[in-house]
């Protein structure tokens, strides 16, 4: 049966972290575009930031995220000049009027920047955007990089979560993938931030790595317990090394298969539930008092591109080299090449590469696609009508969810569509019912489970 399905639904498809997805944002969307809909943005609410740094000191080989390698430090100090400069001209766009709720560094490694940069980068995104109140900062931390002088310039500057990078502790894996962490340095960096008063704790883990059983997965899930964080991330090694050359060191040999990876999957699921953790979307854990589990409860978890949200804000704004923003219409993304953001930003030009604008079809798309991702059940008749969309608008998904209905990997009644024990594992193909974009993977994705 196992193998039936993933034959048949182990395909490669999106993440679904937008829709439309990175791959259809075309240059189309113009800098006016862009300017217009910041000009327009309402005060009331508060909008949400990311703000990406493209530095690391050393590459991991499953590296999927848009980083450059630097020994040396200048460049960092430069683009935090460039970051600030890029903050003033969004905010001037958006009318010095906004207050900003969520504010997230990613990368990238943010902890490469020294105290120094931290506090200069924070104090200057708060001289633009003032925080609004219950202002959250989360922060994307690389044990081996972050003592003590970091995590206090991180607490000075108002962190509140931190997302704790870790992957796999065993050595053998952690050779493979070029990234050799203690579970000691890690530890450390954990005490550290509690010391500071930040004790809201992500720990990312990975699945499907080089040399990865699925003992050595639960080896590293039991060791991460013991630092007892709110929330654990599991996500699955995407091997995409025709994107993203430096995968090619991967010894694809030694990479799990598609069984074996569904298998550690669901095994590290039922460890960490029977630890007390309650499952979140397709990859995420969060204790009962965590706010994802609330979220999950109340219906209002959100996915956008960090992965699983309680962030509510219909506008995200990003800066830094590759970074992508959603306004209530539309994405866009920055220029990925640091020379031409850089040149852009100092030019007084705000650095967008590409984006899309939603029509009302895309919209609806989308909160099918985040609900089910979320959620794994949609009430398609509920946002049809919310949209004021027609009721055969989504029919196009008929033939493919009749097909995945049969398969025992979701049921439909009176227009609700929920995904069964079995059907949970391949959400994204579900999802890839919905995207009008995605037929038969014109963009090149990996693979659903
Ligand atoms: S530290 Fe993170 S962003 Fe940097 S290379 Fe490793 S995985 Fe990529």
Redesign the pocket.
């Known amino acids: 049966m196992t193998q039936d399905l993933l034959k048949r639904y182990g395909g490669a498809v999106p993440r679904y972290t937008s829709y439309p997805t990175a791959p259809h944002f075309s240059d189309a969307v113009t800098e006016t575009d862009y300017r217009d809909r910041l000009s327009h943005l309402p005060s009331g609410e508060p909008v949400s930031l990311y703000l990406h740094v493209p530095y690391?000191d050393?590459?991991?080989w499953?590296?999927g995220?848009h980083?450059k390698i630097t020994r040396v430090y200048k460049p960092v100090q430069s683009y935090v000049d460039t970051a600030i400069a890029e903050l003033r001209l969004l905010a001037d766009a958006a009318g010095n009027r906004l207050k900003l709720g969520h504010l997230h560094w990613g990368?990238?490694?943010p902890t490469l920047m020294r105290p120094e940069e931290i506090l200069r980068l924070a104090e200057a995104t708060k001289g633009v955007l003032p925080h609004a109140p219950d202002f959250e900062f989360a922060v994307e931390i690389?044990p081996r990089e972050t003592g003590p002088d970091r995590i206090a310039a991180l607490a000075e500057s108002g962190l509140t979560r931190a997302s704790i990078?870790i992957q796999d502790f065993d050595p053998e894996v952690q050779k493979a993938i070029n990234?050799m962490q203690s579970y000691e340095e890690t530890a450390r960096t954990v005490q550290d931030l509690r010391r500071f008063g930040v004790h809201a704790l992500n720990l990312d883990l990975m699945y499907g790595l080089p040399y990865q059983t699925q003992e050595r997965t639960l080896e590293t899930i039991r060791t991460a317990l013991w630092l007892r964080p709110g929330r654990v991330a599991l996500f699955g090694y995407a091997h995409v090394p025709w994107m993203k050359t430096h995968m090619r060191m991967i010894p694809e040999e030694a990479l799990p298969g598609p069984e074996e990876r569904l298998e550690t999957a669901e095994a590290a699921a039922e460890l960490l539930v029977s630890a007390g953790y309650r499952r979140i979307g397709l990859d995420h854990f969060a204790l009962p008092e965590d706010s994802l589990s609330v979220a999950q409860d109340n219906g209002t978890l959100r996915r956008n591109f960090q992965g699983y949200t309680t962030d509510q804000a219909d506008t995200l704004l990003a800066v830094g080299a590759s970074g992508i923003g959603r306004l209530p219409d539309m994405f866009v993304q920055n220029e990925p090449s640091l020379q031409t953001y850089a040149r852009q930003v100092s030019g007084g030009i705000l650095p967008i590469a590409k984006g899309v604008v939603l029509s009302a079809d895309d919209r609806l798309r989308a909160a099918v696609i985040e609900r089910l991702m979320c959620d794994f059940a949609v009430d398609l008749n509920m946002l049809i009508a919310s949209h004021g969309a027609s009721a055969d608008c989504l029919a196009d998904a008929d033939g493919m969810l009749s097909r995945m209905e049969d398969d025992g990997l979701l049921t439909r009644s009176h227009g609700k569509l929920t995904l069964t024990t079995d059907g949970r594992p391949y959400v994204r193909q579900v999802a890839a019912c919905f995207d009008s974009y995605f037929r038969g993977g014109a963009a090149r994705h990996s693979s659903a489970v």
Request: with cysteine; charged share 15%.
């Open positions: 690391c050393t590459l991991c499953f590296c995220c980083t990368g990238g490694s690389d990078g990234r």
